[in-house]
């Protein structure tokens, strides 16, 4: 005999599920991580958050305190955004080499708002885009969103493979390219000047347009800056960038440097997202920006972030097992670790964390196979002896295992 | 002889396009209109900002001031947002007979983003969903990016259409009924506790969710409060509210109550949205609705914009042609106005900028054929004599035309 469901007029009907892109995207793996480190003994080289001590509190305070005598920082606002905030990041562009003007800039809810805009003018679902080999994990969830076929683009060494570049594009016919082309996340790798030049022309020769995503390019402890990607190909390249590594993330004050021919679909989708960013913020970012303090600051957060980098390096070789690799960037916040064959960086996680020592496995931020040896060190969170502690524990966790 | 373009291998590739959604997407006439209206000689009913004479400047930054004593406000947070905002914000659902726990809520950057990220989580491209018709216009705009198919569901005088609701339900099997049933953009209309309770026993028959949308709920200046359509239907209504019109728009700050099925769909759609919502003003926020400051607050801004309700309503019979028809909201900051036969409200408004007064044509706001004699008049942004100043020059500028 057969069970059968009869449905009842009386009954309510089943609920519409979720959409289908919604379906495609996960949690990230790394928050999930990041629960565990947590227990305050643990020293934690996970994380990606800007060190919370070399904020400047007094300053950005006495920012807000100022635009809060103004009542039409409590209105609704255009979702341009703040007129003087555009110009002093236009100005920033402007004398860095890249001819900018506010015209050319929405300022977003922090930079990973502005990955979601393009993403909502650019593509539709299974649409292709390439993205780096090993990925911003964040990016990675915000393309599955919208439904894209994610194609990385691996690395020959520390160098992004321009060969594969060129058959992936070619192959692939992708909507944009995606890249954060200084100090990447997670791998801290920034593509030289001939690498740009040669990204860009092959944007040109392929049409596909380039999104990068700046948000360390200001953190250099050392080397000479790179040029703008956006430099090099104009009208093919959409620049994000933002204030959380600069200033702070709590105010949420990204932009896009947009081309022409999108600047109209970008502002809509701005609009439709969230009318605008927080008038509060931006005015207080302006104010901040102009008051002059925000340069000594930042000089403070890259002298500190540059001596961290600096005490990581120096203990990474009496701290991983014989035959590991790493590259020593000239900036941002990470080191990235590739243990010597036989290894996985993942296996080996729960012995560090019975150490009381965290660092993130690789895997996650590969879009296809993964390299399970390699593993992400951020240095910004302690200072020197923490973190030559902290390296001192990892390596005692290597023990005689793989 | 054909004139052929030959594409060269030196020749850039065309650009791609923008995405079919974003192509969908257009600004909201009502944003271009407002620019006409800018003059500063324009009494304009056209708005629908908050009176910004009425923002309790001093309490909100004093509250700011407070909390930016603290290092952690700088800093990333959780995409659910700000603890005990969450639970301010559960209090007062709990209070007003829906009950509701913080881990039900997930802070959004205004109600317009909650509408993105339901949008998101719930709609593929060519999804149906219903709408009350007219409707609030920006919610539109983030439907048509998502590629919805959007159903108007008429009213009956000052009614829903209950019939035209159960038939369109069973005709297109809708996503969701989107609704913003208190005090309604564009029309001031509110849907009565039978209406309301006819509505989700609808939603359970036929199997849609429904999105209640509530930022005008506690600007009420007369009547009884109303049962939110959460507590009628709790598993089939995800409710959107906001502070934007009872502390200020500025901080952007809205809420998603969501429903269990949905929560983790939703937070990881914020997540991917802007990682979360500004962490000082939602420590702002927090702090000023635990200070005791937002009731008093709020209650000097219901009773302003009651007697500028009232104002308008006693001064419309002598603006308005003859056998022009509106309603009596009983709060919020509309009413909606019915031309006589024969009239049309877009062809009037030159007119009447040519006598310094603006209001906005109701036709924008409708999905399908618009009623051509409709219009929308704020009545929130001016005090009692310059609306009946304004109110006198409409009514010289309908003149004999029409």
């Known amino acids: 005999m057969t069970s059968v469901s009869v449905r009842s007029d009386e009954l309510a009907r089943a609920l519409p599920g979720r959409s289908q892109r919604a379906g495609a995207a996960k949690t990230s793996p790394v928050r999930d991580l990041l629960a565990l480190t947590e227990r305050p003994e643990v020293i934690s080289f996970a994380g990606g958050l800007p060190a919370p001590e070399l904020f400047d509190l007094d300053g950005i305070r006495s920012s807000y305190d100022e635009v809060l005598r103004t009542r039409s920082v409590l209105q609704y606002s255009t979702s341009e955004g703040n007129r003087a905030l555009r110009e002093e990041v236009a100005r920033r562009y402007s004398a860095d080499g890249l001819p900018t003007s506010a015209a050319d800039l929405i300022i977003t809810t922090g930079s990973q708002q502005g990955l979601g805009l393009l993403a909502t003018c650019l593509l539709d679902p299974g649409d292709t885009i390439l993205v780096e080999e090993p990925c911003y ?225 690789g895997a996650p931020f590969f879009a296809g196979p993964a390299d399970e040896r390699t593993l992400r060190l951020s240095f910004t969170t302690y200072e020197p002896d923490t973190i030559r502690t902290g390296l001192s524990r990892l390596g005692a966790a290597w023990g005689g295992a793989g």
Do not use: C
């Open 137 to 361: 994990l964040a990016a990675l969830q915000t393309f599955a969103l919208a439904g894209a076929r994610v194609i990385g683009v691996p690395y020959a060494g520390e160098e992004l493979d321009l060969e594969a570049l060129e058959r992936l594009a070619a192959e692939h016919a992708p909507k944009f390219f995606y890249t954060v082309p200084t100090f990447q996340n997670p791998t801290g790798r920034s593509h030289g000047v001939d690498a740009r030049a040669r990204i860009a022309a092959s944007a040109r020769r392929h049409g596909f347009r380039i999104i990068e995503d700046e948000p360390y390019r200001q953190l250099r402890y050392s080397g000479e800056p790179l040029p703008s990607l956006a430099s090099f190909a104009p009208e093919h390249v959409l620049s994000l960038g933002s204030f959380s590594k600069v200033i702070a993330p709590g105010l949420r004050i990204g932009w896009i440097r947009t081309t022409k021919d999108l600047h109209p679909t970008v502002l809509i989708a701005k609009q439709a997202a969230d009318l605008h960013t927080s008038t509060i913020d931006q005015a207080a970012a302006a104010h901040y920006l102009l008051s002059g303090r925000g340069e000594p600051a930042l000089e403070v957060i890259r002298r500190a972030y540059g001596e961290r980098r600096d005490a990581m390096l120096a203990a990474l070789p009496a701290a991983m097992p014989s035959g590991t690799t790493w590259n020593s960037p000239d900036g941002g916040m990470f080191v990235w670790v590739r243990l010597p064959e036989g290894r996985n960086a993942a296996a080996a996680l729960p012995d560090a964390l019975a150490r009381d020592v965290a660092f993130v496995p």
